[in-house]
Structure formats: structure tokens, C-alpha cells
């Protein structure tokens, strides 16, 4: 990107190019996508969790009675049937972002490192590993439903018959298990784009860095950890707030391994939020629990970013 | 790129988005003579569906000179393809649902209520099975469905499997149901494990769980809803029921533990197809059994507690089927009631529900041919005799879904190693209670 600022601040453009309404007329469609798109559903998410909205009011949704707080309570309350719900899933979902996050980025980092130095079969190996990402989130997940299956599931078939660690086949997709299920499957789905991103941040570090280190007699493991991770923090701290944003709000992969009702042990908060709305028509109660969420990633987002952005920010600004 | 060539670049993007935006409308609607409509998917596959619907369409077209168009919908996202038109008023004219949504849809006010012409037009509410015809709406309501296709459960088992282990007879009463199917649960290649099962069900499937708790409740002398109308899932006959159907994962040990993972009805066809199970319960499995080749099956009621049971204790299943609506808002609301006079008139009842296995709707329609076989007869003896209507109250969905649930994870328990004891199939029906919405 090239600046387009003299060093004293003043402005290269002529006044009359400024007010040119053409950089508008570029934006309005993109504009106007976001607001038809995000912004206009977001507000009427927030009302809808105002509103007694089920299957009695839905026809009619604009005129839903308006109850205040009461979805708030009833998604909050942790004595009630559906706050203990919420919270259970709330507690399991933060635990399923961090595992997958960190086997995700670290896979991502694994595979980054080994692909930037050159070797016969880089460029095979290097659109393999794209594979789960560019396969469609759903024949993935079947595929993967398939092979966890208990009777004939390759996984069990493998585990019992072939290496005879276990002579019985366990349940993958019911009770426990299940959560361990959707974290490999979550995390198949997610390192590609760790190691996508971080093989970019990795390229743009100029190898005499690591020549420079290599003679002073730095090991390969203090090259990594004193040059790589420095030189790819900008391109980590926006990786993980990502991934932590998608994997927190997944929904794909449970849906399609448990169907519309996840078990207890592995049910995340939007499947949740899905059955709430869509199973028991309860949208208000969906609705409510969706605005908590929203607000609570944005607070965590906002901690974080504070927290890894660098102040140096305002040397470019 | 000079100025010009910009803007008008710019206003090109901007004129196409915006009528990218207008072209993905909704497709609901009618213009004069034409309607939309969405039916459930009742055969093989979705193209059997549009098909078999093509050659009745063809008909009511030739005779009214109205289009229709047809939408064939999984049943995976009707419900929520009806809720989103039902709240958006962006629909189609005419659409069916599985009739024990009826009186949930018709609380939302979205339908049409078939009185006065409407009801006229269909030649009046004589003609149904008047079983079937309850399922149309809330007891004491103006319906706002009408019946299409008829189901019931019944029992089918493997001919051969019974003749193998010297059974004459299919089981009239739950205990001997299980014995039955405690015989025939054996390992048949002697490597000492059980290869073929008693029988099979779907323990993840929410709505057969739902569907096996109202009829073996009742059958217990219980009902999911008391005299008020409230959910009472947890009352002695529906423990007693439910118990009886988890069991037969648990202490019975009849159904293999696997079966815990089926989600579906279609999966308990494989079993049986496969050879793993020698009895289950279903609908209208002939299809999907004919096209496997499978020859050695016959259908019998559901066993009951007691053979000679009558009344609610006599009830063998729900009266389950499709069901027809018109939406309120309709653009051409005479072609659409039109439609439905047409899919419910004698021919067109006799022609469909041959060609999709299940059981006419129109008393006129059962002289046909086609409708003479033992099975047919014996499900029509069900849905006259030994049927019930699921609960006919607007929480009808919430029950299915949280029973249904409550069951899968009993079953998912007992899959996994741990044994479920009658109090903890009541403490589960009754957190599942705790969770309904008040009506």
C-alpha cells in the first residue's frame, strides 16, 4: 500500500478530486449489503428478545407483545430449566473455543514452518492441507459422522479389530465422547486457515534474519521462538481473534453429526440457542440469548484487542 | 480510467447489487392463474415426489387451467420453511405438514379455517375418515388443515426369521413381544457376538421417541397432557410406557446398543433390510422394503399390554399423516382451495396414496383395488379402531421435542454401559415438563 501523505501532512490530492462522490457511489453497494445483510438483522434480533415471540405471535410478529426482561431472566436464571442449560453450554463452549484454538494454531504453525523451507512434493502437500477447507462444512462432517459411527465406523474398526487396543467399540457420538468428536472435527475444519494465514506472515520475513541467527549459533527452536513469533505477532493477534470468534459461534458441525438435539455433554451455545428458537419456538428466549452472546464477545473481543494490539499503532496512523 | 468510465463503473456495481437484491424475492405468491405449492417428501426421493405430484398436477391443470408450482421440501426443513413464511407472509398458497404440527400452525393464525365454502368446496367433512379428520386442528375449533395422506404404525417382522425359530404367530401382547424378540436376539455365526437382534429402533430419533411415548403411555393408562391441558409427562402410565420402550435397550437386551446412534426412520428399514433385526415399528416401510427385494415380511398391530385392550388402552398409534392448508393470505385463495379439492377428491386420493403406500383419507376411496391388501386393511382397522390423535394442544411441538430428547439420552445411557432405572426415566420426563413453555 502506498501512502499517498507528503512527510508534512498536507495533501497531495487537489480539493476538487476530495469532494469527488464517486469513492460514495463505489461503496454504496457494499454499503448497503452490510446493512441489509448485518446491520438491519441485528436490530431486529435485539427487538425480538424483547418480545413474547412464538409460534402464537409469529404470524403477527411485529404486533408480539412486548415483555422487557422476562427472556433475559429466563435464559439468565441459573434455577431454571433453560439459565442451567445456557450456563452449562456457556462453560463448555469457552473450553471447546480454547482447545480447538490452540490445536488449530498450533497445527497451522507446524505445518507454516515446514512448508517455507524448500523440498520436492511442497506445492502437492501444500494443497492437501487446504483440503478440509475448501471441502463443503457439511459432506466433511458427514463423511467424519460416518467414521465415528459405533458399529461400522472406520474409527472403531481401527481401534478394535486392526490394532485390538479395545475389544469393545466405544460411543463417539453419544455422552462424552461426543465433545471430543466435534473438536477434531471443528479443529480438521479450522488449522487450513491457520496455516494459510500464518504461511503468508511467514513469507514476508526475510530469510538473511534467520541466516544472521544461524551463524551467531541460535537453535532452530530460539530462532522460532525469538524471530518467527515476533515477526508473526500482527498476523497471530488477528488469526486467533478470528478463530476464536468462529469456533465460539459453531454451529455446522454438531448440527450435522447430532442432528437438531446435541447430547447434554456436547451442546455449545448456538446449537443451543438454535434449539430454543427453532425447536421449541421459542425465538424470544433465542432471541435473548443471542444479544447476551453478542455482548459478551464484544466485551472479550474489546479486552483482547486492547490487551495484544501494539501501542505502536499510532506511529502508522 | 478517465472520470466518466468511473462513475459509470461505479453506478453499474451499484445498479447491479441492487438488482441482485431484487431478484431473490421470495417465490411465494400467485398471479392469477397460477399457485405454489410445497409438499412434504413422501417417497424415495425427492424426484419419486415431483414425479409421482407431475401426473396430478397435470390433471388439475387441464381441468382449472392453473399452474402450479411445485416445491418438493425434505423434511428436515419444512417447519422452519413454513415458520419463515407463516412470519415473513411470504409463502406459498397451498402446503402440507405432518399433521401433528396442525393445531401449533393453526395457533398461529396463518391458515385458513376450512368452514363455509372452503369446507364446501372439499365436499364437506363427511367424506374423511373421521379419525384422520380430527388431526385437522384443536378439539372444538374450525380446522385449519385437512387431511391428505393416512399412516399408522404397525408391526412388521422377518417371515423367515419367525418360521427359523419355530414362531407361528406375531405377538399380540407386549410380553410377549419381548419374548419374542429375546428368541430371536442370537449370535448366528457363533463368534460370540449377537448379530441379529429382536428389534431394531431409532434411539436418536426425536419424534419416533415422542410418537412411542404417547402410544405406549396410553397403552399404561396415561396421557402426556392432563384434563386441563397441561403437559403431565411424568404421571405413572407414561413412565410406565416409556420404561417399557427404553428397556428393550436396557434389561431386555433385545435391541442392540447401536441402534442408540439411528437418527432416522429410514435407518431401522436398513436394519431390518440387512438382517440385523427381525421386528420394528413403522409407517409405510413397503416402498423402501420392495425396492430392496425383500420379500419375507409381513405386517401385525402393535402389541398391546393386554390383547383384547380397547379405548386408549387399545391404541396401537397415532393417527399419523399428512396433512393440507391453505394460506391465509393466499393471492388466489379459490385456486388454492380448488387444489385441495382436487388432491382430496375420490380419484386423485386413490391415485396418490397408491403411489406413495399410504391410506386414503376419503372413505369412498378404500372400494379401489388397490386398497385391498392385508396390510392396507389391517392399517385401516388401526387408524378406525386402535388410533389416537397425538395431543391436539398448541405445545404439541415443545412435547415432541423435549420427550423425544429426554428419551434419546436414556438411551444414549443405557448405549454407553449404564443401566436406567424406572425412577430415572420419571426424573427425566420430568425435567423435560419443567422446560414447556406455558401455554
Avoid at chain 1, 60 to 66: E, I, S, T
Avoid at chain 2, 79 to 85: G, K, S, V
Avoid at chain 2, 134 to 139: F, I, L
Avoid at chain 2, 357 to 364: F, G, H, K
Amino acid at each position: 500500500m502506498s501512502s499517498r501523505r507528503s512527510p508534512h501532512g498536507a495533501s497531495a490530492a487537489p480539493r476538487r478530486r476530495r469532494r469527488s462522490p464517486l469513492p460514495y457511489g463505489l461503496v454504496a453497494p457494499a454499503a448497503l449489503m452490510e446493512l441489509l445483510i448485518h446491520i438491519v438483522p441485528m436490530i431486529l434480533g435485539v427487538w425480538i428478545a424483547f418480545l413474547a415471540l412464538t409460534q402464537f405471535s409469529i404470524a403477527n410478529w411485529v404486533g408480539a407483545p412486548f415483555v422487557w426482561l422476562d427472556n433475559f431472566v429466563a435464559g439468565l436464571d441459573p434455577a431454571g430449566a433453560i439459565g442451567s442449560q445456557f450456563y452449562g453450554a456457556l462453560g463448555r463452549t469457552l473450553v471447546f473455543t480454547l482447545v480447538v484454538v490452540a490445536f488449530s494454531w498450533a497445527l497451522g504453525m507446524f505445518a507454516a514452518v515446514l512448508l517455507t523451507s524448500r523440498f520436492r512434493g511442497n506445492g502437492w502437500l501444500r494443497t492437501l492441507f487446504l483440503v478440509p477447507y475448501a471441502l463443503p462444512s457439511y459432506v466433511g462432517t458427514i463423511a467424519w459422522a460416518f467414521m465415528f459411527n459405533q458399529r461400522d465406523g472406520v474409527v472403531n474398526r481401527i481401534l478394535v479389530e486392526d490394532l485390538g487396543i479395545l475389544d469393545e467399540g466405544p460411543f463417539w457420538l453419544l455422552g462424552g465422547n461426543a465433545f471430543w468428536v466435534i473438536v477434531v472435527v471443528t479443529v480438521w475444519q479450522f488449522w487450513p486457515f491457520a496455516f494459510l494465514m500464518l504461511l503468508a506472515a511467514l513469507q514476508s520475513i526475510p530469510g538473511d534474519v534467520y541466516e544472521a541467527a544461524a551463524l551467531d549459533g541460535a537453535s532452530l527452536w530460539k530462532q522460532f521462538t525469538r524471530i518467527t513469533l515476533p515477526m508473526v505477532r500482527h498476523a497471530n493477534v488477528v488469526l486467533l481473534l478470528i478463530l476464536g470468534l468462529w469456533i465460539f459461534n459453531q454451529f455446522n458441525v454438531p448440527y450435522v453429526l447430532f442432528g437438531p438435539a446435541s447430547p447434554e455433554e456436547a451442546t455449545l451455545v448456538s446449537p443451543l440457542i438454535y434449539q430454543q428458537s427453532f425447536n421449541n419456538w421459542n425465538f424470544g428466549v433465542g432471541g435473548a440469548m443471542s444479544v447476551l452472546l453478542l455482548l459478551a464477545l464484544l466485551v472479550a473481543s474489546a479486552f483482547y484487542i486492547r490487551l495484544v494490539m501494539p501501542k505502536e499503532r499510532s506511529i502508522d496512523d | 480510467m478517465k472520470t466518466t468510465t468511473r462513475w459509470t463503473a461505479g453506478l453499474g456495481a451499484t445498479a447491479l447489487t441492487a438488482l441482485s437484491l431484487t431478484g431473490c424475492s421470495s417465490d411465494g405468491g400467485s398471479d392469477g392463474g397460477r399457485i405454489v405449492y410445497w409438499a412434504s417428501n413422501q417417497g424415495t426421493s425427492i424426484t419419486q415426489d415431483e414425479e409421482i405430484l407431475a401426473e396430478s398436477i397435470a390433471r388439475f391443470t387441464e381441468a382449472t387451467g392453473v399452474e402450479v408450482q411445485l416445491e418438493v421440501i425434505p423434511w428436515t426443513d419444512l417447519y422452519n420453511r413454513i415458520l419463515t413464511a407463516v412470519s415473513s407472509g411470504e409463502g406459498p398458497d397451498v402446503l402440507n405438514i405432518g399433521n401433528t404440527w396442525a393445531v401449533s400452525l393453526q395457533s398461529s393464525g396463518a391458515f385458513l379455517p376450512w368452514e363455509g365454502e372452503a369446507l364446501e368446496a372439499i365436499g364437506g367433512e363427511g367424506r374423511f375418515v373421521a379419525s384422520s379428520w380430527a388431526t385437522g386442528g384443536a378439539d372444538g375449533q374450525v380446522p385449519a388443515s385437512v387431511p391428505l395422506y393416512g399412516l399408522a404404525y404397525s408391526m412388521y417382522y422377518n417371515t423367515a426369521m419367525f418360521e427359523e425359530a419355530g414362531i407361528a404367530e406375531p405377538p399380540a401382547t407386549w410380553e410377549e413381544f419381548v419374548e419374542t424378540a429375546k428368541t430371536l436376539t442370537v449370535d448366528t455365526d457363533g463368534d460370540g457376538r449377537i448379530d441379529q437382534w429382536g428389534a431394531a429402533l431409532a434411539g436418536s430419533s426425536i419424534t419416533g421417541n415422542a410418537h412411542a411415548a404417547f402410544i405406549r403411555g396410553l397403552q399404561n393408562g396415561g396421557a402426556l397432557y392432563d384434563a386441563d391441558g397441561d403437559p403431565d409427562f411424568a404421571n405413572d402410565g407414561v413412565v410406565a410406557g416409556v420404561d417399557q420402550w427404553i428397556q428393550l435397550m436396557g434389561e431386555d437386551g433385545v435391541v442392540s446398543p447401536s441402534n442408540a446412534e439411528l437418527l432416522n426412520g429410514s435407518e431401522i428399514v436398513a436394519e431390518f433390510i440387512d438382517g440385523n433385526a427381525a421386528m420394528f415399528f413403522d409407517q409405510a416401510p413397503g416402498k423402501t422394503l420392495d425396492a430392496a427385494g425383500m420379500e419375507d415380511y409381513a405386517a401385525a398391530p402393535m402389541p398391546m399390554v393386554t390383547a383384547d385392550a380397547t379405548g386408549l388402552e387399545g391404541t396401537q398409534s397415532h393417527v399419523a399423516g399428512i396433512n393440507v392448508s391453505v394460506f391465509e393470505n393466499a393471492d388466489d385463495p379459490e385456486a388454492a382451495i380448488d387444489f385441495v379439492a382436487h388432491l382430496t377428491s375420490d380419484e386423485e386420493q386413490r391415485y396418490l396414496n397408491d403411489a406413495f403406500t399410504s391410506l386414503p383419507v376419503v372413505t369412498e376411496a378404500y372400494d379401489d383395488p388397490a386398497f385391498q391388501s392385508d396390510e392396507i386393511a389391517l392399517k385401516q382397522q388401526i387408524l378406525s379402531e386402535h388410533a389416537q390423535p397425538m395431543p391436539l394442544y398448541p405445545t404439541e411441538g415443545q412435547m415432541e421435542t423435549l420427550v423425544g430428547t429426554a428419551i434419546k439420552d436414556l438411551f444414549a445411557r443405557i448405549a454407553q454401559g449404564g443401566t436406567v432405572t424406572e425412577d430415572d426415566v420419571r426424573e427425566a420426563l420430568e425435567d423435560a415438563a419443567a422446560q414447556m413453555p406455558s401455554s
